[in-house]
């Protein structure tokens, strides 16, 4: 965050990008621009972006092929032997170079192209006025001069100057450090933004308006705006996940023992006598065999098709790896209305502290009224259900509005001041019960306003927690007649009554009465929420409702509470009890922005994944510290930024889907991590001892390019593998040390297959060099075979694996390379590969050579998965442990899973 000094830094007054206009300028059109000017200025000045959006174009993502140091070395090998004369061997390397660093271009572009298309979708928008129509365009296609409309919730596009304002409050507090709200007025004048007065009438790129409207003119676009100096802050890439980090520790430590067992191989090879340069080649040719350089292609495609799959179903995704991240939630926070609920307010009622009083009702029902139209702060649900449900007084031509004091999530009220002539000014307050309560000293009853005492008390607290208990939305109202120098003695010179202001009005207010309103729960939202338990998701509620109204709405959902904790009860808790009380805790009733902060914080540091769901101003901290934010489409443009996962509905159903694409993702990639581990590991250690074995290379650097270049083709598939249901069951979670294991227990198994392979060619051709064509051709077809083969086996935990079904595209994958890996040895393209004549009697060994390889690993596997299992309940006995880990009996019939309630555990 900026310190209160960045505006002054970033905003000197002589640069004219930043000034207000001019007198000499020409001033802004009712009409706005026209589109044809807007289109030169928009040309002319660029877009209005603060930098480089980061994504990469089709020539970055082709260089970034070659990027590795082991392919330009093994290139420039290649064009060294080309030019000493082995042109036939350096020609099949590059070609296979090129093929590989093909495959890998056409996967990231497909990959770059799907995620472009669908941040489009997620483009920010602002409201402008242009030819004199009021229209939603994108923010980046904004230029100087526009007029632009902004409103509660909005982020401010661009640097503007205030030309109308209506009581707009703007949160700065991403320039400037200050948490409290700036009011914006109408200044004459050239504005300096340097100077703190002259800012008042300002508004500044990537703040957001909190309450109020007003129209603006666009001064500064782009990085010419005050954020365009700091803009940095916001291009800098998201803290690494876990995921992340797991991914990226992996590949460092393949690369690692790769290196290490390579420099082996070569030094064994130089020691041996044989030609340095063919030793050289040969092991860099082998590292780059080995090195697990698909694995960022694979974790981008497994990303990008989850994106594609949940954008199907209304889930668009901002940040790739939130899509993981959504796999691996194990608590989900969110408000009742709207996901639990409909989310539709309807007016029921309005009733007094005499609940058979309809008079007394009728009037609560009136000032309300006037409360909402009069009101010019954020659009509220509550608002809108009592204009619509309430009937319009029919003076309401009288009365004038002469100030407000908007709401604010600290006091919980909103209040407007009206008048009717020759009338005093009247205050009308509208809020939460208990902040209302508290702000009154006199109630209305029998026509007539009389002092509370304790037993007006406890009939107020009877009304508000019967209705409450009911499951009724709740606003109280309450009023007083202001003295005329009460109001100006609070009023700025835009007519608002500042909010410092607020504890000298609202007091002293007569209650007036209760509005009742209701919203009903969502149709099948029980059963959506019995299926987030089954996933092990624990679902938490945090509402700024009292917890009697949010109790109701649990009851009536299905949803199990365990704990209720309020705001005022927070306030005096420490953070490590609050930490300790999170977890046994179900509901957080009456909490304001910055409880919200605490409760998510709090949740994740008693060691959950957390997703957040919010669409409100207020909820944008949440959903910053979330391990996953949520929103929705229609939510404020703070929100919308704030989140990585924005749903076209609020729904927890399709939360419940995107958690389920996100443990397949997951899954997925930990395949490819794991056949990466259990071949490359394998291949390193043959290899080392084919070294020492051998007086020949057990195949040339061309050949094993080839390999890896078939192999590598077959695995581009796993994206769109099948995931066993109980996979799905969990949440998942990264272990590289897991990983590590399983590396270290099933790569000597692969090598064992391979030097039983070495054996049997030796056996069947010799082991002169005249054999070294037909030797080559053998282990590359059985090595082709246990690597790709064993795929079947390691892509699921079910024993055996034969009652997991791959995909259809791994399956056809499968096939495809496997013929391949026959074809190329037996066809004319085999001699020109160095390769050699097998004899029968090898084809119809390697069949009892892969058997009883993939025999042996699914033994192994069951005893790994064992182990792992009685690992994990170890290491944490009341964790949900992944499926993955079981040790699974010969699968029986599943049968349906029982109706799980999530709890807070």
């Not at 000032?367 to 009069?374: D, E, R």
Request: net charge neutral; hydrophobic share 45%.
């Amino acid at each position: 965050m900026a310190t209160s000094a960045a505006p002054k830094e970033t905003t000197a007054a002589s640069s004219p990008s930043r000034a207000a206009p001019s007198p000499a300028e020409a001033a802004p059109s009712s009409a706005g621009l026209k589109a044809a000017e807007a289109a030169v200025r928009l040309k002319a000045d660029g877009p209005n972006s603060v930098g480089r959006e980061g994504r990469r174009g089709p020539l970055s993502i082709l260089i970034s092929q070659f990027a590795s140091p082991l392919v330009l070395i093994l290139l420039a090998a290649s064009l060294v032997s080309m030019v000493v004369g082995d042109r036939v061997e350096a020609g099949i390397i590059l070609a296979i170079v090129l093929m590989s660093a093909g495959l890998g271009f056409v996967q990231e572009a497909r990959s770059a192209a799907s995620v472009e298309a669908l941040q489009a979708r997620l483009a920010l928008k602002a409201t402008v006025i242009r030819d004199g129509k009021q229209q939603e365009l994108p923010i980046v296609g904004l230029v100087r001069g526009d007029l632009i409309v902004l409103g509660a919730g909005d982020i401010v596009p661009a640097d503007a100057r205030i030309l109308e304002s209506n009581h707009i409050y703007v949160d700065e507090s991403s320039l400037t450090g200050e948490s409290a709200a700036s009011l914006k007025v109408v200044k004459d004048g050239t504005l300096d933004p340097t100077k703190e007065d002259d800012r008042d009438g300002l508004a500044f790129f990537g703040t957001s308006v909190v309450s109020g409207n007003a129209k603006a003119y666009v001064t500064a676009i782009g990085a010419h705006t005050s954020y365009g100096a700091i803009a940095h802050r916001l291009l800098e890439r998201a803290p690494e996940t876990d995921f992340q980090r797991g991914v990226k520790a992996f590949g460092f430590l393949i690369t690692r023992v790769t290196l290490i067992l390579v420099v082996g191989v070569f030094a064994i090879n130089v020691a041996l006598h044989r030609p340095l340069f063919d030793a050289l080649l040969f092991s860099i040719a082998l590292a780059v065999g080995l090195t697990p350089e698909l694995l960022p292609a694979i974790v981008t495609l497994n990303l990008t098709r989850g994106a594609r799959a949940l954008a199907a179903n209304g889930v668009l995704v901002k940040r790739l790896p939130a899509i993981q991240n959504l796999g691996s939630v194990t608590v989900l926070c969110t408000d009742k209305t709207g996901t639990l609920t409909q989310g539709k307010l309807e007016l029921v009622k309005a009733v007094g502290i005499d609940k058979d009083d309809a008079d007394e009702a009728s009037a609560a029902l009136t000032l309300a009224y006037l409360n909402s139209h009069f009101q010019s702060s954020f659009v509220n649900p509550l608002d809108t259900a009592i204009l619509a449900g309430a009937a319009k007084p029919k003076d309401l031509s009288t009365y004038s509005k002469l100030a407000e004091l908007p709401y604010d999530f600290s006091r919980r009220l909103l209040s407007v001041v009206v008048a009717q002539k020759g009338q005093p000014p009247l205050l009308v307050t509208k809020g939460a019960p208990e902040s209302v309560v508290a702000r009154c000293s006199q109630v209305r009853e029998d026509h007539s306003a009389r002092p509370i005492h304790a037993s007006e008390h406890a009939r107020l607290r009877k009304l508000v927690d019967g209705a409450s208990a009911d499951g009724f939305r709740l606003v109280a109202v309450a009023s007083r007649a202001l003295r005329p120098d009460e109001l100006q003695a609070g009023t700025s010179p835009a007519g608002t009554a500042n909010l410092t202001d607020a504890d000298r009005l609202e007091r002293d207010l007569t209650f007036e009465g209760v509005i009742l309103f209701s919203d009903p729960p969502k149709p099948g939202i029980e059963d959506t929420i019995a299926e987030l338990g089954r996933q092990g998701i624990a679902l938490k509620i945090i509402t700024g409702d009292n917890d009697l109204v949010a109790r109701h709405v649990a009851e009536q959902v299905g949803l199990t509470v365990e704990g209720v904790l309020t705001g005022d009860e927070m306030r005096k808790m420490t953070h490590p009890a609050l930490v300790a009380r999170a977890k046994q805790t179900t509901i957080f009733a009456r909490v304001d922005p910055d409880q919200k902060l605490q409760v998510i914080r709090a949740v994740r540091e008693a060691g959950h994944v957390v997703g957040y769901m919010g669409d409100g101003i207020n909820d944008a901290p949440a959903l910053h510290v979330a391990d996953v934010g949520i929103s929705v489409d229609n939510a404020t443009d703070v929100a919308r930024s704030a989140a990585d996962i924005i749903l076209l509905e609020p729904s927890l159903e399709a939360i419940s889907r995107g958690v389920t694409e996100g443990r397949r993702t997951f899954a997925n990639t930990l395949k490819y991590i794991r056949m990466g581990t259990s071949s490359n590991f394998g291949n390193m250690l043959s290899m080392a001892g084919a070294a020492l074995l051998l007086p020949f290379l057990p195949m040339t650097p061309g050949q094993i390019l080839l390999n890896n270049l078939i192999y590598d083709a077959s695995q581009t598939a796993i994206p769109t593998d099948n995931v066993d249901a109980d996979v799905e069951g969990v949440p998942a979670r990264w272990d590289v040390h897991a990983i590590e294991r399983f590396m270290i227990l099933f790569g000597p198994i692969s090598s064992i297959f391979d030097y039983a392979t070495f054996g049997l060619l030796i056996l069947l051709l010799g082991s002169s060099t005249a054999a070294a064509p037909a030797f080559h051709a053998g282990w590359f077809v059985e090595s082709l075979f246990t690597q790709i083969l064993v795929v079947l086996a390691i892509r699921t935990r079910i024993s055996p694996f034969w009652r997991s079904r791959p995909s259809r595209p791994l399956a056809l994958a499968i096939v495809g390379a496997l013929a391949v890996a026959v074809i190329v040895p037996l066809s004319p393209l085999g001699s020109f590969l160095g390769f050699g004549v097998l004899p029968l009697a090898f084809w119809v060994l390697l069949v009892g050579i892969v058997a009883a390889y993939l025999t042996m690993v699914e033994i192994v596997k069951r005893i790994y998965d064992d182990r792992e299992l009685r690992r994990a309940a170890a290491a944490v006995p009341d964790r949900p442990v992944h499926p993955t880990l079981r040790s699974l009996a010969p699968a029986t019939k599943a049968t349906p899973a029982k109706k799980a309630t999530p709890t807070a555990k």
